[in-house]
C-alpha cells in the first residue's frame, strides 16, 4: 500500500517540488474547509526534509 503525505502550506509544498518531490495531486482539506492539501508520496527522503524543514524554521 503507497503511503502519501498531505501539506497544508504552500510554501512548504513550493520548496518541495522544488526540490524535485513530486506532487501527486491538490484536494481541497477535509479537516480544515477553504483550505487546500498538496499531496506527496511519503518516503523516508520526505519524511528527513520535512524534519530538517521544521528545525531550520523553529526560533
Known sequence: ???FKCILSLR???DLV???YQ???IEPS?????ML????RNN???EKELTNYRSSTTL
Do not use: I, S, T, Y
Not at 477535509?30 to 477553504?34: A, E, I, L, Y
Not at 492539501?37 to 506527496?40: G, L, R
Open 37 to 40: 492539501v498538496f499531496v506527496f
Open 30 to 34: 477535509h479537516k480544515r474547509p477553504g
Open 18 to 20: 522544488a526540490k524535485g
Open 12 to 14: 512548504v509544498a513550493n
Open 1 to 3: 500500500m503507497e503511503k
Open 44 to 46: 523516508q527522503d520526505l
Open 23 to 25: 506532487l501527486v495531486h
